[in-house]
């Protein structure tokens, strides 16, 4: 029973893991323009994001040591560090706008502008990270992001047509008055939102921190393949509410509340709640997800002590890096820059940069120096593989469309 | 052994597990006969400045020269290694270890005066 219990918070924070500020923007954005057209990039992002996700994981509780930490010895001091440098600043950005999304959220419950949020969020953001446990502080705001399934209920609640829906869905096509190249530029960002590269940083450091070992391979996984799929599941959920509620007032995305009026339609007052509590949890858990993923990475390249379960004093360099990145972050939060536009730079980025992500992953992973017998099976080869190609064609699209697009309008 | 391929890089931690650093490269001692010895591990932003190269590894390295007041990175003698596998591990804590300058700086001047620094979280 405890075993049990333990593999389903583990899934609870692997949902909240998958869902940030990135996919509550986009996916409305993209639902109130698109409707159910883009609904396939989820599908093909969930099965990337649990390919890399458990290929990163296995190398973490088989060896140890995450991913990062092993890619220099194989890719050399050089491309290491141009990979950390890129990484940094992308998950550094990404840190920016879930700030800014948590400040968001609570403007909408407390009319206080969210400018003044921003440093609010980032002293709680230290408080849990001088204090709170590892495990403690994933599970609070893994199970209060369930919340976030108010945004499924509301599809039904919306009372949809559900042949026309799955005819949507399975016979995508761009709606009158978008261009293809739009319609690829925002079929790369929500690519983007939802294969952020932070999320295998965390996990598989988050496995170190966890202390997994070869016999937690199986948490590992049941994580990867029910949390992911559930989380793309609200993606969708969100997408399709936006769709049913949104595109016939020809309502645009550009406010984190456009986001929750499709559940405030629905189920009034206590859907705003509920669906303001759901993002609150979710986002902060990024917060704390996209701070600590920063620090990881360049901590792993150098090899410095690193870890949040650790004492701070025990990983002074790595303590000192997180903090310092929070503070940059707020202070580039409060130039008051849109927190929306600053949303889908950091998901673009993503998208830009996932191939250095995850070539180091899948060397790592073929690696029997170091993985033995637990090396990838022609499964995990062949979608990896696949996968490869698909983030590096977004990759090269992903600047033409910006230019031709002019970033989607 | 390849020294290139099974030194350089590896993670490497003290006797009791804490991480000391990465092998940025290694000390070479050439002797009379052409036959050719690792005699010494070196960790320290010098020292992988040094492999870098270029105008970035020149002002990592100088940057961390000036920091420390000494151009030379840490020096390991390959006898204080007990261990060579994926991690390196050595024989001594890490205290004894000629490394470690910048963490102690980084832990005596900004983490150790914040409140609850040497409280565990978990």
Not at chain 1, 254 to 260: F, I, M, P, W
Not at chain 1, 382 to 389: F, H, K, N, P, T
Not at chain 2, 3 to 15: M, S
Request: aromatic share 8%; hydrophobic share 50%; with cysteine.
């Amino acid at each position: 029973m405890k075993r049990v219990l333990g593999l389903a918070l583990g899934v609870f924070t692997a949902i909240g893991g998958f869902m940030d500020i990135g996919d509550l923007v986009t996916d409305a954005l993209i639902g109130a323009r698109f409707g159910l057209a883009l609904v396939w990039v989820t599908v093909v992002a969930v099965i990337g994001i649990s390919t890399y996700s458990e290929m990163a994981g296995r190398v973490a509780t088989i060896t140890g040591r995450p991913v990062f930490d092993l890619v220099r010895e194989r890719t050399g001091p050089r491309i290491a560090l141009g990979n950390v440098v890129v990484s940094y600043l992308v998950n550094a950005l990404t840190l920016v706008a879930e700030l800014c999304g948590v400040a968001l959220a609570l403007e909408l419950l407390s009319d206080v502008h969210y400018l003044l949020w921003v440093p609010a969020v980032a002293v709680l953001a230290f408080v849990v990270l001088w204090k709170l446990p590892y495990e403690m502080m994933e599970r609070v705001y893994g199970l209060t992001g369930l919340a976030l399934f108010v945004f499924v209920f509301a599809v039904w609640q919306l009372g949809p047509d559900w042949g026309q829906m799955l005819s949507d869905v399975t016979r995508p096509s761009v709606p009158a008055g978008e261009g293809l190249p739009t319609y690829f530029f925002y079929a790369i960002v929500m690519l983007g939102a939802q294969m952020t590269p932070y999320e295998v940083f965390f996990f598989s450091s988050g496995a170190v921190e966890h202390e997994w070992d070869a016999s937690q391979l199986l948490d590992a996984r049941v994580n990867v393949f029910l949390g992911y799929p559930i989380g793309g599941a609200l993606a969708i959920g969100i997408q399709a509410v936006a769709y049913l509620a949104l595109q016939p007032a020809g309502i645009q995305v550009e406010h984190l509340g456009q986001t929750v009026l499709p559940v405030a339609i629905a189920f009034g007052k206590i859907g705003i709640a509920l669906a303001v509590l759901g993002i609150v949890a979710a986002t902060f858990g990024s917060v704390m997800e996209t701070l600590l993923s920063s620090s990881y990475t360049v901590a792993q390249h150098f090899g410095w002590e690193w870890g949040k379960a650790k004492k701070p004093v025990e990983a002074s360099r790595f303590t000192a890096l997180t903090l310092l990145t929070l503070v940059a972050a707020v202070g580039v939060a409060l130039t008051a820059w849109n927190p929306i536009t600053i949303t889908i730079y950091s998901v673009y980025l993503g998208a830009a940069t996932l191939p250095f992500t995850y070539v180091p992953i899948l060397i790592v992973a073929n690696d029997r120096n170091y993985l033995g017998d637990h090396v990838n099976g022609r499964l995990a080869n062949g979608l990896g593989v696949i996968y490869l190609v698909v983030v590096t064609a977004a990759a090269l699209a992903a600047l033409p469309l910006l230019i031709i697009t002019k970033g989607g309008l | 052994m390849h020294a290139g391929l099974d030194l350089l890089d590896r993670h490497v931690v003290d006797r009791d597990g804490r991480a000391v650093g990465k092998v940025d490269d290694l000390e070479i001692e050439c002797a009379e006969d052409g036959t050719v010895e690792v005699t010494a591990l070196l960790l320290g932003p010098e020292a992988l400045g040094r492999r870098i190269g270029g105008a970035l590894g020149r002002s990592m390295g100088g940057i961390a020269a000036r920091f420390s007041g000494d151009p030379e990175p840490a020096r390991i003698g390959l006898e204080l290694v007990e261990e060579l596998d994926i991690v390196i591990k050595l024989k001594h804590p890490l205290h004894q270890l000629p490394v470690g300058r910048f963490e102690r700086w980084v832990r005596e001047h900004v983490i150790e005066p914040l409140p609850g620094a040497t409280d565990a979280t978990g």
